[in-house]
């Protein structure tokens, strides 16, 4: 009876090896790209960022607190549900207009069964609100972001037009999908 357990260990300890995106999430979202994240890193996002959106980013930057490193601050880059690269976030002592410098000081990490509202619906709810603005959405600087443990995480999204002009700003719960603000 007891060497049967034994048979199991093996299989059990390998499934924590593998990190599972939920079924049917976009591999190129932000949500696959967290849920393929290392456990040490998985609950300590505390930003997720991308500086283009043509409607799915190529890359995701995720900043996130390294457990195993002394709660070092890391940025990973994340293309099509892979990291490819790691490297240490720059200090709180660069530039004070730095995303990253703004998203160190922020240290209450993302709470990834909040976020429901994947990029691509972000993307056309941003199409949507530009077109109100009489331009059409080209590029969008997104971010996901959450305030503190009671706040929901959202979603702030920069419009561009065609010639790159920023068009406004759109808030959207990662949650709901709700719009919060539109400026």
Partial sequence: MKIRYIFLFPIVALTGCFHFAPKGA????????????????RDSVVKVSSNTAVPTPPFWYMLARDYNAGDHMKVITVQHGHITNVMGAPDNKGSKRDSLAVAYSQTYPINRSKVLIDSAYVWNKAGRYTETKGAQ??????ALTQQNAAAAPVWTVR???????????????????KTLLAQ
Avoid: R
């Avoid at 190129?28 to 790209?33: E, M, Q, R, T």
């Avoid at 959405?137 to 997104?142: R, V």
């Fill in 137 to 142: 959405l080209t590029d969008a600087k997104m």
């Fill in 159 to 177: 419009c561009f037009d065609v010639k790159k002009q920023l068009v406004g700003q759109i808030v959207i719960s990662a949650t709901t999908g």
């Fill in 26 to 41: 976009d591999p190129n979202g932000v949500i696959y790209a967290m849920a393929k994240l290392p456990g040490h890193f």
